[in-house]
């Protein structure tokens, strides 16, 4: 379940305000606007490739604070299996720590909503992944670049982490803002993005703790 939530979080920290200086650069990542989806060609680990699609599919109130659901549907993926795991978080990256609730369906089984003290502990995890903020202190801007991808041409920004051996071109003219992003394991490879993202779970979830 960790590594699916990492993978949620992943295109969050390229977003477009990633080239601000200091300690406000992980304010300004911003979830995109509902509707919008980006879709990649993924390979993790030199396995084989499979396809992951980001999109914002709706948003609520709670609190007083505006909440976004995001959906990471993944399919293809031989090892894991199909999945969907959809996330309700703040607009903030600097916020997915306070996730309010977590939706999984594997596969054909049944949607899941994590809750009670598995919930706790998913916001613990989300709150120690300081990947997020050591990214935005450890990225350099390589400079501006036009990218060829499967979803087309694109004036962008090149990014490189020495800290965790990647390279990223990010672009504020598609959602998540993620239009390439090649590390030592990873790489992922925006195919499509468009607007008009819906749920991919259309039944109503059991909670996992049987009520």
């Known amino acids: 379940m960790k590594a699916h939530l990492?993978?949620?979080a992943?295109?969050?920290?390229?977003?477009?305000?990633i080239s601000a200086q200091g300690s406000s650069c992980i304010d300004q990542i911003r979830v995109p606007a509902v509707g919008q989806w980006a879709e990649y060609q993924a390979v993790f680990k030199q396995q084989e490739p499979y396809t992951m699609r980001y999109a914002v599919i709706?948003?609520?109130?709670?609190?007083g604070k505006a909440l976004k659901w995001v959906e990471l549907r993944m399919t293809g993926n031989k090892k894991d299996g199909d999945m969907v795991t959809q996330m309700l978080v703040p607009g903030s990256a600097a916020e997915l720590g306070d996730v309010q609730e977590v939706v999984m369906k594997p596969g054909d089984k049944p949607a899941m909503k994590i809750d009670g003290p598995m919930l706790a502990m998913i916001r613990e995890q989300m709150k120690k992944q300081s990947f997020l903020t050591?990214?935005?202190k450890d990225v350099t801007l390589v400079g501006g670049e036009t990218v060829t991808v499967p979803a087309g041409k694109f004036?962008?920004?090149?990014?490189?982490?020495?800290?965790?051996?990647?390279?990223?071109w990010v672009s504020s003219k598609v959602p998540f803002s993620m239009i390439k992003t090649v590390g030592t394991d990873h790489e992922l490879t925006l195919v499509r993005h468009g607007d008009g993202a819906e749920s991919s779970i259309t039944e109503e979830p059991k909670s996992m703790g049987g009520h």
Request: aromatic letters at 6%.
């Open 58 to 63: 709706g948003e609520e109130s709670r609190g």
């Open 6 to 8: 990492l993978l949620l």
């Open 155 to 168: 004036k962008s920004q090149h990014f490189r982490s020495a800290k965790y051996g990647s390279d990223s």
């Open 10 to 17: 992943l295109p969050l920290v390229s977003a477009r305000a």
């Open 134 to 136: 050591d990214l935005c």
